[in-house]
């Protein structure tokens, strides 16, 4: 029984050694800190100091030029829009700073580890000379879909020194205002009402000139419609076409009596 105890014992003790030195090996690796103002810089040990950035060596600056926004005032981006910023960096330093990347993107307001939307990173590879300055410019559009909800934006500049060490200046760390905008007119609406005014005017062709074809079609040649014609009267040319047997005899008798004493056969036998 005792010596069942003795293993015990000596089996955990082995564990415990094993999980101090697993420990030892982790604190001994080389670990890579990134902050808004200091470099990426190598501990070693137990040792974990940070070694801060001079701040004379490089200045950054930044100002949105589409859309423009006054001092201190809350920046709203169109949704669906382009948006362009302008990143100012002067070299103060007696040796040169090498541009690496420019990036953007949008994170989640509550939690700014959390991406929703990455924009293009841009690679410089541009070294300032000492006492130099340089102008970048970059552009992005933020999606339709984010409109009307506010967004972490992240701008970040990350550039190396002549020895080599990386560094990250954040130029813009804060919340955004995505906005729709709202436009009387855009390209895509009018092109709908041109397109539907052609409708329109070929509609009112069509139908002017289907009318016009049926109406050629019912019109005879004398220019009147057929049913017009027919109820229409021409009376008589001769009197051989009328039917006389309806009218009474006596006045037949009267009637020849009339055209036998008309004035011009009075005239002709007066002549004679």
Known sequence: MEFKWMLLCLSLLAVSIGVVKAEDEIDADEEMIVSEDQGLVETEGDESTIEDLEPTDADT??????????????????????SEFLVGFTNKGSNDLVLETLDASLRYPMDFNFHIQNFTTVLLEKTIPPGS??????????????????????????YRDYEGKQMISKLYNDTVNIIEVEE?????????????????????????????????????????????????????????????????????????????????????????
């Open 184 to 272: 009387g007119l855009d390209g895509e609406t009018l092109f709908l009402y041109v397109l539907m005014a052609a409708a329109c005017v070929l509609l009112l062709v069509g139908g002017q000139h289907f009318l016009y074809s049926v109406g050629n079609k019912r019109v005879g040649g004398g220019g009147l419609p057929s049913r017009t014609r027919a109820n229409l009267e021409t009376g008589t040319k001769t009197s051989k076409q009328i039917d006389m047997d309806w009218v009474p005899k006596n006045v037949l008798n009267h009637l020849n009596k009339q055209k036998a004493q008309s004035p011009k056969q009075k005239r002709v036998k007066k002549i004679d």
């Open 61 to 82: 600056y930044l100002l949105f030029t589409k859309p423009v926004f006054e001092e201190k005032a809350s920046i709203e981006l169109p949704a669906g829009r382009l």
């Open 133 to 158: 300055q340089a102008t970048l410019g970059y552009a992005f559009i933020p999606a339709d879909a984010f409109a009307g909800r506010p967004f972490g934006l992240s701008i970040n500049l990350a």
